[in-house]
C-alpha cells in the first residue's frame, strides 16, 4: 500500500482498516481486537488536531509521547482520580501503547515506500510512576523578548524581503497561533484591519476557511511592507526565487532565528505553545482560547490548563 495518499487522518484510518482487518484474518480474539481499537481510535481522535501540520510520514516518538499526555489527560477530564501523581496506571499506558506500536509495525511492513516507524518506539518507556508532569516546551517571556529583539536587530541591519519574512512567520506562529501551513499560504489580501487587530483569513484543508487574530501593533511593519511590495494575492512568504517557501525550510529558518537569539528550544510548534500558556497564565477563559486557537475540541485547550498547573507546582517548590 502507498504510505500516503491523502491527509494525516485519511491515511491514519486507511491504515487503521488494514490492521485491522489483517488481525481479524490471523484470529486474533475479539478482546485484543477491541483493545486495539480503542487504542487506535483514540490516537486519530488525538491527531486531529494537527492534521494541517503534519502527514503519516512526519510521525515521531515526541508524537507518540504526545499521545500517551493526550489519553492522561482525557481520564483527568473524565473525573478519574490520580493514584501516584498519575491518571492513568502503568499497564494500562502500555496497552495504549502497544495498540499504536503493533499499527505502526504493519505500516513499516507493508507500505510501498518501505518506510519504517520501528526505532521511534525504542526509547518510549513508561515509569511506574510520574515523578512529574511532562511540560508542553514553550517560550519564557525573557525568550519572547530575546527573539524579538533579535528579529528587529536583523530588519535594521539587512532591511530585505527575507528579513521581513521571516520575521513575520515567526510571529503569525507567535502571537496568533497560526499552524505552520496557514502561515505559509497569507497573502496580503488576507490581513483586515478591525479596530486595533488584524483578522486574518485562513484555509484549512478542504479548504474550511476559518479566521485567527493578531495586534496591529505586532505585525504592522511587516505588513505596510508587504502591501508595498506585492499584489495582493501573491504568497508572502516566498523564496528568494519566487517559490512557495515549504514546511522544512521553514523549520530550518526558525531554529537558525531562535539560536541567533540565544535559545535553544526548536521546532515551529513550540511558538503556538507559546500563545497559549501566555494566555492560559493570564487566566484567560478557555473558551477564547479555543476561538483564538481554532481547536475544534475543548479538550485540545485543556491541555495547556494542565500544563500551567504542572509550572505551578514546580514553581512553588523552588521557595
Known amino acids: 500500500m502507498k504510505l500516503e495518499t491523502g491527509n494525516l487522518i485519511d491515511d491514519l484510518n486507511r491504515w487503521y482498516k488494514a490492521y485491522i482487518d489483517n488481525i481479524t484474518a490471523l484470529s486474533f480474539s475479539s478482546n485484543t481486537i477491541e483493545l486495539y481499537k480503542r487504542s487506535i481510535d483514540m490516537f486519530v481522535e488525538y491527531s ?40 492513568l496506571s502503568k499497564s494500562t499506558k502500555n496497552s495504549y501503547l502497544k495498540g499504536i506500536r503493533n499499527l505502526f509495525s504493519f505500516i513499516s511492513d507493508n507500505n510501498d515506500e518501505l518506510r519504517s516507524f520501528d526505532s521511534m518506539f525504542k526509547k518510549i518507556k513508561i515509569a511506574d510512576s510520574s515523578k512529574r508532569e511532562e511540560k508542553l516546551v514553550h517560550f519564557s517571556e525573557e525568550e519572547i523578548e530575546k527573539l524579538l529583539i533579535s528579529l528587529e536587530r536583523e530588519k535594521r541591519k539587512k532591511d530585505t524581503y527575507m528579513s521581513m519574512r521571516n520575521s513575520l512567520l515567526v510571529k ?8 505552520i501551513s496557514e502561515a505559509l499560504g497569507v497573502t496580503t489580501s488576507a490581513f483586515k484591519e478591525k479596530d486595533e487587530i488584524y483578522t486574518i483569513d485562513v484555509y484549512g484543508k478542504g479548504q474550511k476557511e476559518q479566521t485567527a487574530y493578531i495586534k496591529k501593533t505586532e505585525i504592522e511593519d511587516e505588513i505596510d511592507y508587504f502591501k508595498s511590495k506585492l499584489e495582493e494575492e501573491q504568497l508572502i512568504m516566498q523564496t528568494a526565487s519566487g517559490a512557495q ?3 522544512s525550510n521553514a523549520y530550518i529558518i526558525a531554529n537558525r532565528i531562535y539560536k541567533k537569539a540565544g535559545i ?35 479538550n485540545s485547550t485543556m491541555v495547556y490548563a494542565k500544563a500551567s498547573e504542572g509550572d505551578v507546582s514546580e514553581s512553588l517548590g523552588r521557595l
Open 264 to 298: 535553544r528550544k526548536t521546532g515551529l510548534h513550540v511558538l503556538r505553545h507559546t500563545l497559549a500558556m501566555r494566555l492560559v497564565k493570564k487566566d484567560t477563559n478557555p473558551l477564547i482560547i479555543k476561538k483564538v486557537l481554532r481547536h475544534s475540541s475543548i
Open 172 to 179: 503569525l506562529l507567535l502571537f496568533s497561533g497560526l499552524r
Open 48 to 87: 486531529h488536531d494537527y492534521q494541517e501540520d503534519m502527514n503519516i510520514s512526519d510521525v515521531k516518538s515526541i508524537y507518540i509521547t504526545g499521545y500517551l499526555a493526550y489519553i492522561e489527560n482525557n481520564a483527568r477530564l473524565n473525573g478519574k482520580k490520580p493514584k501516584n501523581g498519575t491518571y
Open 245 to 247: 517557501l515549504d514546511r
